[in-house]
């Protein structure tokens, strides 16, 4: 199964739970994909013109088609990826109808009109309003780690603003991604939603496409790279990067719950996960206890091909694995202890849950994203130790506490330089519609999901209507009375109640005299 750089599987041909083959999935040719979005574009033009309850109930609608065809896409997204059907079941489909209709609530809040205040002293006869506009077509660039639900966060918000969507999923699971858009095509204009297939080339020729909005979801170096030509291009977008999130496990937590609260979210999706705990920094006090209650937690962990129930699948492709075997091989050189794990199972990409102890910053396991089944535990001697090793990492995804001090959690998190900042929990409001998924650093500057992350699908339109019949007292022509207009409306602006007065009079001035010029006397 080993397989090196120039070895791999071409993505997407390959089974990683049974190693079959799989047919290849036809690729978009770079130069179609202009014309795909032109498409999606031409049909968004009567779609921006629903109300928002029609699309909120075409969304409904969506959902309604993926939960009733819940067999199908569990398959393909199995197939794909290798992951057991109740994992894909609970993870990524039955929670879409909710989802939905969450994001149609932010969609609400975050796309009706704002009145602007104006002064009516300053600014007579004036309102104004600020609307948000749909874009128009947004590309939507994913990776393989959640096929279907990673979709979610982008496409709910981008349709209910109004715009046609271009999705590229990735090349690794390219089958879900089409049958995402197949069932949004049953249910939406014809072309409003559209697929592209293929690789970075492919990702490329949609940014260099006419697109108005694009939201990546991937790794730091692609997403670097993206976001430098999205500058160059003035395309609005938002990029969702890679993470290396840190647990901190105080001496007065709950050890039970705790241990398997960390094995849960670090082994989620066989660690492939953006948010997965990766790195966890334990109190002294309490370390060898909560090393040991992990490590048999994590040996009891199956992985599929170990009989019919399992709590993970095994690694989507051999590049992953190779990663993980890197970082373990590099942890374990330079004095690791491995306590559980640290091998394949012998089964297509599957690879045995691992914690290691004693790991320090020297360890690539410590400090570079794994995204694989492996668990990093360093000894710290007290939290603010702990916050400050977190807190060196490159990414900040989220970050969580753990004690039965809910108070001083929540102190100690609110330190933590990540977007998500959790107490007793981990990476759990990726599947809530109304928080915003988020990161500092190399996480990327994006902002998924809820009312806050409206930037990349609307643009704010003002609408400024003047009822006044007379000239505003700034417009030309100057005389001498301008100065002093000029004077009284600092005076104004510094609060002089006298000014207010002196204003209304110099105003009326210089009115006369602008009428004066604009009818030609
Ligand atoms: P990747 O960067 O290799 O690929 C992501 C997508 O970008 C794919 O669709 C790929 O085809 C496309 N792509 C590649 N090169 C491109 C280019 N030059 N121009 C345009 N598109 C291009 O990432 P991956 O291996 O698929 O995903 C794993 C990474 O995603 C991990 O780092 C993980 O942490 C991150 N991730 C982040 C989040 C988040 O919300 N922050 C969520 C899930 C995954």
């Known amino acids: 199964m080993s397989a090196s750089a120039e070895s791999y599987p071409t993505p997407g041909t390959f089974s990683p739970a049974t190693g079959a083959e799989l047919e290849p999935v036809e690729q978009t040719h770079v130069d179609e994909v202009k014309d795909t979005v032109e498409r999606a574009r031409a049909a968004q033009k009567e779609w921006r013109l629903t109300t928002l309850h029609e699309r909120e109930e075409a969304m409904q609608a969506i959902a309604r088609r993926v939960l009733e065809r819940a067999d199908e896409i569990v398959e393909i997204i199995s197939q794909e990826t290798g992951k057991n059907p109740s994992e894909i079941?609970?993870?990524?489909?039955?929670?879409?109808?909710?989802?939905a209709k969450i994001a149609a609530k932010e969609?609400?809040?975050?796309?009706?009109?704002?009145?602007?205040?104006?002064?009516?002293?300053?600014?007579?006869?004036?309102?104004?309003?600020?609307?948000?506009?749909?874009?128009?077509?947004?590309?939507?660039?994913?990776?393989?780690?959640?096929?279907?639900?990673?979709?979610?966060?982008?496409?709910?918000?981008?349709?209910?603003?109004?715009?046609?969507?271009?999705?590229?999923?990735?090349?690794?699971?390219p089958r879900t991604g089409a049958w995402l858009v197949e069932q949004c095509q049953a249910v939406l204009p014809e072309g409003l939603v559209r697929v592209v297939q293929g690789g970075g080339e492919v990702g490329e020729a949609l940014i260099e496409s006419g697109i108005d909005g694009l939201t990546f979801t991937g790794s730091v170096a692609t997403g670097k790279k993206i976001a430098a030509r999205c500058g160059e291009l003035l395309i609005p977008c938002s990029v969702e990067l890679g993470g290396k999130d840190a647990a901190i496990v105080l001496a007065d937590c709950d050890l039970d719950r705790t241990a398997i609260g960390i094995a849960q979210w670090a082994l989620h999706n066989c660690g492939q996960n953006c948010a997965a705990i990766e790195r966890v920094y334990v109190e002294d006090a309490i370390?060898?206890?909560?090393?040991?209650?992990?490590?048999?937690?994590?040996?009891?962990?199956?992985?599929?091909?170990?009989?019919?129930?399992?709590?993970?699948?095994?690694?989507?492709?051999?590049?992953?694995?190779?990663?993980?075997?890197a970082h373990v091989r590099d942890a374990l050189d330079k004095g690791a202890e491995l306590v559980t794990g640290g091998e394949r199972t012998g089964s297509g990409l599957g690879y045995r849950p691992t914690v290691l102890d004693r790991c320090t910053a020297e360890m690539e396991v410590v400090t570079d994203e794994t995204f694989g089944p492996v668990i990093a535990v360093v000894r710290v001697q007290d939290a603010d130790e702990a916050v400050d090793k977190a807190n060196a990492a490159r990414y900040g995804l989220n970050g969580s506490v753990w004690t039965k001090n809910l108070a001083r959690g929540?102190?100690?998190?609110?330190?933590?330089?990540?977007?998500?900042?959790?107490?007793?929990?981990?990476?759990?409001?990726?599947?809530?519609?109304?928080?915003?998924?988020?990161?500092?650093?190399?996480?990327?500057?994006?902002?998924?999901?809820?009312?806050?992350?409206?930037?990349?699908?609307?643009?704010?339109?003002?609408?400024?209507?003047d009822k006044s019949s007379k000239p505003d007292p700034w417009w030309f022509p100057a005389n001498e009375d301008l100065q002093e207009l000029g004077e009284t409306l600092v005076d104004f602006s510094l609060g002089s109640l006298t000014s207010v007065l002196r204003l209304a009079k110099v105003a009326g001035r210089r009115v006369k005299a602008i009428q004066k010029l604009a009818r030609g006397d």
Not at 89 to 99: P, R
């Open 89 to 99: 079941l609970v993870n990524e489909v039955s929670g879409i109808a909710e989802y």
């Open 107 to 173: 969609a609400k809040a975050a796309l009706s009109p704002v009145k602007v205040s104006i002064s009516k002293i300053a600014y007579p006869g004036k309102s104004a309003t600020v609307e948000p506009v749909p874009r128009g077509v947004i590309g939507i660039i994913a990776p393989w780690n959640y096929p279907l639900s990673i979709f979610y966060k982008p496409l709910f918000p981008a349709l209910l603003s109004g715009n046609g969507v271009v999705l590229k999923p990735s090349e690794f699971t």
């Open 287 to 325: 370390a060898d206890r909560f090393v040991e209650k992990l490590g048999q937690i994590v040996e009891k962990v199956r992985v599929a091909g170990e009989g019919e129930l399992c709590e993970i699948g095994p690694l989507q492709n051999h590049q992953q694995l190779d990663i993980v075997e």
């Open 410 to 465: 929540e102190e100690i998190a609110r330190r933590l330089e990540v977007g998500v900042a959790l107490v007793n929990n981990h990476a759990i409001v990726g599947s809530m519609a109304n928080v915003p998924w988020t990161g500092v650093k190399d996480t990327g500057t994006g902002v998924a999901a809820s009312r806050f992350s409206y930037h990349t699908f609307v643009r704010p339109r003002t609408v400024f209507i």
